[in-house]
């Protein structure tokens, strides 16, 4: 079965657009969740595109899915709350627990095929293992003792009981495919005029991970990733499109579809510096110091499994040194636009996006 209608949530971020283009590419409808200004955005980045349509969902724990997903034939699911949210604890954990059944239960209910989820790494031991049953030991009573400077253990708890529910859920519908993708940090290059979504210097969260390659192009900068593993955009694109329509995932229990996807390769910050030096070489006296740089390794992950369950071949995932460049390449775009725009300073601020 070849499925050709989508709904795409977080269609507007570094992932969903990829996904989105990666399915419009192949001929497929598409219909990507925004909200605020990103809906007018959005609809900008695939204008080219006449079987792409916007949709505006506010909050997706209160919205009228059962409207949204008619005639959906799958339900790719990448959005989620990021890690410098600081709301009321009860409303995380409810956008977790109760928005993601009402979520997939209005789905199910509209006929929805299969579900595919945009997990997180962090829902895994650091040091592993990191089978599809193994789960990092923090719950919702762990994150509400965190202190403001703890703040990321309500995401990492928040993405594990998020995860839980859907393997739960899944559990009891069989009769619709539902798999989880844990990437690792994602990097790699933005769909052509992604420059709309981050249509000024002030939206550069709006670059999700990027943000860590674009403040390479700071000299003072400070700021690198936190966290071993990496994969690039067009590889998880690649896997979640692939989860669709294999068929060898039918083969494992519910509770089994659950990968960690990440690149064979140590995420070497030191060398793609001075890899960047040498690519591109006009931006030398805007690059930081390659010797303050981390070199973090690679995330163990089960190239085969991937292999064989989302289609990933062993030889096909990005290098690290080239990710990197075509990452460097698109914010280049992004920063042209805003000068044509008329921003006179298009610096980023000195600190950390999740600070």
């Known amino acids: 079965m070849v499925y050709t209608s989508y709904f795409v949530t977080g269609a507007s971020g570094l992932l969903g657009s990829q996904i989105s283009k990666k399915l ?7 219909r990507g969740a925004a909200r605020g200004d990103k809906v007018s955005q959005l609809a ?21 899915l059962n409207v949204v997903f008619k005639d959906v034939e799958v339900l790719i699911h990448v959005a989620a709350i990021l890690p410098s949210f600081r709301g009321p604890m009860e409303v995380v954990e409810q956008f977790a627990t109760e928005g993601t059944e009402k979520m997939m239960d209005a789905a199910h209910l509209a006929g929805v ?10 829902t895994y031991n650091i040091e592993g293992p990191f089978g599809p049953r193994d789960w990092r030991p923090i719950t919702f009573e762990d994150a509400r003792k965190t202190t403001e400077a703890q ?11 998020c995860e839980q529910t859907i393997m739960n859920w899944a559990e009891k519908h069989d ?36 943000h860590f390659v674009h403040f390479l192009l700071r000299p003072e900068n400070k700021v690198f990733a936190c966290y071993p593993g990496w994969v690039d955009v067009r590889n998880i694109a690649d896997a979640h499109v692939n ?46 110091e390659s ?43 992004i920063e042209k636009y805003w000068t044509e725009q008329g921003f006179e300073d298009i610096s980023l601020p000195n600190e950390p996006l999740f600070n």
């Not at 419009?24 to 598409?30: K, P, R």
């Not at 509770?255 to 070489?281: C, M, S, T, Y």
């Not at 085969?304 to 080239?322: A, C, M, Q, W």
């Open 113 to 122: 095929k299969g579900i595919i989820v945009t997990g997180s790494q962090v």
């Open 175 to 210: 009769d619709i495919r539902v798999v989880i993708i844990d990437p690792t940090y994602i990097w790699g290059p933005f769909v052509p005029n992604y420059k709309y979504i981050v249509s000024s210097p002030k939206l550069y969260p709006s670059e999700s991970t990027n």
């Open 243 to 288: 989860a669709v329509h294999n068929a060898a995932i039918d083969e494992l229990e519910p509770r089994d579809r659950r990968f960690v996807l990440g690149a064979p390769e140590e995420h070497n910050w030191q060398k793609a510096i001075e890899h960047i030096k040498q690519a591109r070489p006009e931006l030398c006296a805007r690059l930081c």
């Open 291 to 333: 010797k303050e740089a981390p070199v973090w390794p690679m995330q163990v992950t089960d190239l085969e499994r991937n292999e064989k369950y989302l289609g990933i071949k062993k030889d096909s995932y990005y290098s690290f040194n080239n990710s990197i460049v075509d990452s460097i390449d698109t914010i280049m775009d």
């Open 44 to 64: 900008k980045v695939f204008a080219d595109y006449d079987k792409f349509t916007v949709v505006d969902i506010p909050d997706l724990a209160s919205a009228d």
């Open 24 to 30: 419009l590419d192949a001929g497929y409808t598409v």
């Open 151 to 161: 703040h990321f253990v309500v995401y990492i708890a928040q993405k594990i009981i």
